[in-house]
């Protein structure tokens, strides 16, 4: 089973990436908005090339390697989507934090992982991401949480009753459980706030039954697909002010300093040698502190 699950959860990710860029790409042609200088984030990105992801393929000295797809656009700021497969061995102080790492520090990993940083403060920001790893142990965690610059409560209730859909599809506890994990993991201890409306988070799933994880893991996936573009598309055409971009802009450095202080992705991306620019295409474009 270890071999099947490998392939079927790495071509799941990979299928994955492409329909996520046919829809963003999507709705960078349905915006319609004028490309200029505030339209990207890029001013050497050619006009006929902006609105769509271009691919980078990386390799890990260890072992695997992956793709970064990357959008700078009209109607996204910045777009990233990553999908890697690596392989290799723990370095000893960090294959003890890992579940099966601590006497054999061998792993395979397997994910996608996508954050979305609009133009407009009325469209928020988004991270989705899943993933298997397999130590001597195996399972699949990831999760998609909301960050708005614009309270909007019809996005917030839309975004969570999409992913308890999809919980309660799979387990009648695991909105309830992984709601609240989400909100305890995307919160900020200095600045004593949370990330955002949050959504689910899970991680170390491993439930006895892996093709109903795998089947849960794809349900999460499937539910984003469908659910954020439809909060981009009630957004898309709003006016905004200065006044919200600054705003963004400020609201920004929280996503910042959460990525680089608490992160466990970039964590264990850069632990285990992977693509820097591929671990922190998370970051926003432009952003400030006051």
């Not at 963003?24 to 890029?42: H, I, R, V």
């Not at 700078?72 to 294959?95: C, D, H, M, Q």
Request: proline share 6%.
């Amino acid at each position: 089973m270890t071999m099947e699950i490998r392939a079927a959860a790495q071509a799941w990710f990979e299928g994955l990436r492409d329909r996520l860029v046919a829809a963003f790409e999507q709705l960078e042609a349905e915006s319609g908005a004028p490309l200029g200088p505030a339209g990207t984030a890029d001013p050497a990105v050619d006009r006929a090339v902006a609105g769509r992801f271009r691919r980078r393929d990386w390799q890990r000295p260890g072992g695997g390697g992956g793709v970064t797809a990357l959008l700078r656009g009209r109607l996204f700021e910045k777009a990233g989507i990553n999908v890697s497969t690596v392989t290799g061995s723990f370095a000893p102080e960090f294959a003890r934090q890992i579940p099966g790492a601590g006497e054999d520090g061998r792993f395979w990993a397997s994910g996608i992982s996508l954050v979305v940083h609009p133009l407009s403060p009325k469209i928020p920001s988004v991270h989705f991401n899943t993933r298997r790893i397999e130590t001597a142990k195996g399972w699949f965690g990831g999760g998609a949480d909301l960050t708005p610059i614009v309270a909007d409560a019809a996005d917030r209730d839309s975004f969570h009753a999409a992913l308890q859909g999809a919980c309660d599809r799979h387990g009648a506890d695991y909105y309830v459980r992984f709601k609240k994990w989400c909100d305890e993991y995307f919160f900020l201890p200095h600045r004593n706030e949370p990330r955002g409306v949050g959504g689910i988070f899970f991680d170390y799933l491993e439930s006895g039954d892996v093709a109903a994880d795998f089947a849960f893991v794809r349900d999460v996936g499937e539910t984003f697909l469908d659910n954020y573009p439809k909060i981009v598309r009630r957004h898309m055409a709003e006016p905004w002010s200065a006044e919200e971009r600054a705003h963004q802009l400020q609201r920004r450095g929280r996503y910042v300093e959460f990525n680089l202080l608490y992160d466990r992705g970039t964590q264990f991306g850069l632990k285990t040698g992977g693509d820097t620019e591929a671990i922190l295409m998370s970051l926003p474009p432009e952003v400030c502190w006051p």
